[in-house]
């Protein structure tokens, strides 16, 4: 979700109201999800490295994501949707901990889909851990080397109870993966739009799904095998 600073530049307002307006893009885009039948949605709210901004702005969006969490337990109950976290949850503020598990433990139970918040992030620290629970599981006895394969390591990662993603949105033109769902991501179509973050709306995003749904996927296959 790119581009919120720009979006408030553009503006003549504080970086803190393109934050604001993107999480405005949240709330429409999980919406959206119910109405296309897009059962899995992954957010990356705010990577490892985003700890390096400057600390009002992390603060700033700390309050953000604690306020979104008080705020949409409703929608998410309407939408029989699940909350689901991944990343290096234990360097969040203990309030933003707090309000993330209310809302887990309130939409466990929820089956029409799963919002994941990809929160401080980042892909290469969760295979290196994902390597080092191999390594642990080595060490015990518990598991061979020999066993370490492809479905050895995914089971390790955040990610081990959701598909892969099918499609990455990039906003604000990016072109890159910006360390999000390396491993996850191999096969995934990417679309990318100058949008901003806060301009993105379910026309745009209806635009990337009949995009996607134009693609042919290989999987490094020959076509039509
Ligand atoms: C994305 O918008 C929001 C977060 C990373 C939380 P940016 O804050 O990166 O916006 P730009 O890149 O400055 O426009
Ligand atoms: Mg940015």
Redesign the pocket.
């Known amino acids: ?6 979006w408030a530049r553009r503006q003549g307002k504080p ?1 803190i109201e ?2 604001k307006a ?1 999480a405005e893009s949240v709330r429409r885009i999980v919406e959206a999800c119910s109405e296309f039948g897009v059962r899995y949605l992954t957010l990356y ?2 990577s490892t490295e ?1 700890w390096r901004r400057p600390p009002r702005e992390v603060a700033e ?1 700390m309050r953000l994501l604690e306020r979104f969490l008080a705020e949409r337990l409703e929608d998410l109950e309407r939408h029989d949707i699940r909350l689901n976290a991944i990343g290096e949850l234990e360097r969040l503020p203990l309030p933003v901990r707090r309000g993330l598990s209310r809302v887990m433990e309130a939409t466990r139970d929820n089956s029409s889909g799963v919002l994941t918040l990809a929160l401080s992030y980042g892909s290469r620290a969760e295979i290196a851990s994902a390597a080092r629970r191999l390594a642990e599981d080595v060490a015990k006895g518990v598991l061979s080397p020999e066993q370490i394969d492809e479905e050895a390591l995914a089971a390790r990662l955040y990610t081990a109870d959701l598909p892969d993603p099918d499609l990455v949105i990039r906003t ?1 033109g990016e072109m890159r993966l910006s360390n999000f769902l390396l491993w996850q991501a191999s096969y995934a179509e990417i679309w990318v739009t100058d949008k ?2 806060p301009e993105f709306d379910a026309d745009l995003f209806r635009q990337a799904l009949d995009d996607y749904g134009r693609r042919e996927r290989r999987f490094g296959k020959v076509p039509n095998a």
């Open positions: 979700m790119d581009g919120n600073g720009r970086r393109g934050h993107g709210a705010f985003n969006l604000a901003t973050w």
